[in-house]
């Protein structure tokens, strides 16, 4: 039994004539006989009753009726939905973010909603690490974040822009007006710090890893959007990705000097995976983001 035989039957049982109906659906009666046939033979009852002049409904046919419609009603709202997918006029976009893309996103994000209000957005920040356990399990769509120190096998990478890492601090810190600041420079002040497993951390272990240092590490916050708060109301200094104070008043980003300075803000999506179309737009817009560009503007600077 499929859709077609369905459709079939429900023409016949409208018009209860063979030769009406198959001009209906634009096909031969001979067709449609056969067809209506092999519906009957599946279901092992007839459905019609025929003679040189009429065509009555059985009883079968009457039980079959109601849910012969609900199928292809059914059926017909699959399709227009799929259809409607195409269009990005329903549907939901699961996106993974890490703390540091949140100022880069936020342009695209009322973008995309005015553009697609019909789409929901689910948005997750968490750390890369969770982040990329939810794609495994493909209860994400894609992942914005730096790319990790290690190579997934099972993850496609696209840079979509280099950054460095910095020291964040107020319009009026010592600090605030220089070029670039030296790790060594670091150790004369006050830092809080994101707490470990995040990727500026990480990042920043990995600079000094083989550095024999004493940082005055006062504080560790596991939320960058916390960190940035307190940071305004004291002298203290943190160290994220550049792109982090894009558009946040009264902060200065310093990058530090070294060699091995260079982050990637990354794409990420499940090797393999279908890229459904309102996640494909949405990174299309956010590569056109007036803030991705002035973050890219910044870094060749």
Known sequence: MDIRQLKYFLKVAETLNFSEASRRLYITQSTLSQQISHLEQEIGLPLFERNSHEVFITEAGKELLPYAQKAVVATNSCLEHIEDLKKMLTGELNIGVTFSFSTIMSETLVEFMHTYPGVKLNIHYRTMEELMVMLKKRELDFVLAFRPLKKDKDIDSKVIFTNRLAAIVQDNHPLAHQPSVALEELQRYDMM??????????????????????????????????????????????????????????????????????????????????????AQEFLRMLSHSTTLMANTLINTL
């Not at 590490?217 to 708060?229: G, M, S, Y």
């Open 193 to 278: 710090l994101p707490a470990r497993g995040l990727q500026a951390r990480n990042a920043f272990e990995m600079l000094v890893a083989d550095k024999e240092m004493d940082f005055k590490i006062r504080v560790e916050v596991n939320h960058v959007n916390i960190l940035l708060e307190l940071l305004r109301h004291t002298h203290y200094i943190t160290v994220l990705s550049e792109s982090t104070v894009i558009n946040q008043q009264g902060l200065r980003a310093i990058p530090i000097r070294s060699d091995k300075n260079t982050m990637e803000g990354s794409i990420h999506t499940l090797r393999g995976a279908y890229i459904k179309n309102s």
